[in-house]
């Protein structure tokens, strides 16, 4: 458990980059370098965690961590690769809580707005191609993201993805298809998850259930990455924070090691002021709490689960709607928020560029539209 806790911590120093970028930090360090596991062990788990809805990177340093000590080694993954960004984003969110209006740090943060629609908007190219190849999928697509900005809310989410996975199930199935035997789950672990789900929404009664439930919900939604977080959480907890400071998290999410998740813990501080590090706590461990459950739950089975036609359609159809969720975001609350001028506009063209085609480090963009904000007040 400490080498576990050790080689993670490091790499929740240093592992910027996002999502993908952590695939290869884990890939080099615990296959090539350390040797834990081979490289089909990794691909397997790698597949696993890309199919379940959660944090991708971090499921996989669970999994990795489970591989190597159990559940002790997996917990001291999850820790050592998630406290720097924990701590950074707590601290972000006291300073910025006591600094008051200033007009210089209201243009650093509308430059980090910038950098939101920048971000989003290249994750929106990138998992379209990704993820919507068909007319089908592209319809799917479509159809949420119409469906969300002209009635957006959580039921609207809720109905597009249970909408998406049906029709593609039933897409994919052949008439003469036949069963799959397939091993059975962890059914403890699934009906806690599925237990948490139904139940934490009734037992919220104050503040901080009510964060631990709206968290966790929207933990157990996000299909596609770290970035579909965004619309899930605007949806859930939006309402209690205003749309500069959502998208102020967001960005600050982009630019500290480790996982996006950690978000979480800056929305968290913010959202129980009087007890933000209860806050921070709570939220980030609500969270990541899904994933981790259903990873737990379903490693026995998924292999011979996604044999079945019908599941694999329903995965490709959510996959589909989830591009729709963030393709809504990029207007609603990120366009609306951080194109003020046409100025903004021309920024985020630029910034867009460099980060799509020249391959700008997000720190170095992040500066750049700072900076830029800062010589237009």
């Known amino acids: 458990?400490?080498?576990?806790?050790?080689q993670f911590l490091w790499l929740g120093c240093v592992g910027f980059g996002g999502p993908a970028a952590h695939i290869g930090y884990f890939q080099r360090t615990f296959v090539t370098?350390?040797?834990?596991?081979?490289q089909a062990e990794f691909a397997q788990l790698l597949a696993l965690c890309q199919l379940l809805p959660g944090p991708a990177s971090s499921q996989l340093g669970f999994a990795i961590g489970r591989h190597r000590a159990g559940l002790g080694g997996a917990l001291a993954a999850f820790l050592g690769f998630t406290l720097p960004s924990f701590l950074l984003l707590l601290a972000a969110a006291i300073g910025l809580g006591q600094a008051g209006t200033n007009l210089w740090l209201d243009a650093a943060l509308h430059g980090l707005k910038l950098l939101a629609l920048v971000v989003v908007a290249d994750a929106v190219l990138t998992m379209s191609r990704q993820f919507c190849k068909s007319r089908l999928q592209q319809g799917i697509m479509v159809a949420t993201a119409a469906a969300l900005w002209w009635q957006p809310g959580l039921l609207t989410q809720s109905a597009m993805l249970i909408g998406a996975a049906l029709l593609c199930a039933r897409q994919a199935a052949p008439a003469n298809s036949h069963p799959v035997s397939a091993h059975p789950p962890h059914w403890p672990t699934l009906i806690l998850f599925g237990l948490l789900?139904?139940?934490?929404?009734?037992?919220?009664?104050?503040?901080?259930?009510?964060?631990?439930a709206d968290f966790y919900r929207a933990g157990s939604l996000v299909f596609g990455g770290g970035h579909v977080v965004l619309p899930l959480l605007q949806e859930s907890v939006g309402h209690s924070l205003s749309q500069p400071q959502f998208l102020t998290g967001y960005s600050l999410a982009q630019l500290v090691p480790g996982p996006m998740f950690s978000l979480a813990s800056y929305l968290g501080a913010l959202l129980l002021p009087a007890t933000p590090l209860l806050g921070a706590l709570l939220a980030t461990l609500a969270l990541f709490l899904p994933g981790f459950l259903l990873l737990w739950a379903m490693g026995p089975c998924w292999q011979s689960w996604l044999a079945r036609p019908r599941l694999a359609g329903a995965v490709t159809g959510i996959n589909a709607a989830v591009v729709g969720l963030l393709l809504a975001a990029l207007y609603q609350p990120v366009w609306l928020s951080a194109v003020l001028a046409p100025a903004d506009l021309a920024l985020a063209a630029v910034a867009f560029y460099l980060l799509r085609v020249i391959r700008l480090p997000i720190l170095a963009l992040a500066a750049l539209l700072v900076g830029a904000s800062l010589l237009l007040i």
């Not at 458990?1 to 050790?6: A, H, L, S, T």
């Not at 037992?203 to 901080?208: D, I, S, V």
Request: proline share 7%.
């Open 33 to 38: 370098r350390l040797g834990w596991l081979s």
């Open 197 to 212: 789900f139904v139940g934490l929404p009734w037992l919220a009664q104050g503040p901080a259930s009510q964060l631990v």
């Open 1 to 6: 458990m400490g080498q576990v806790f050790i």
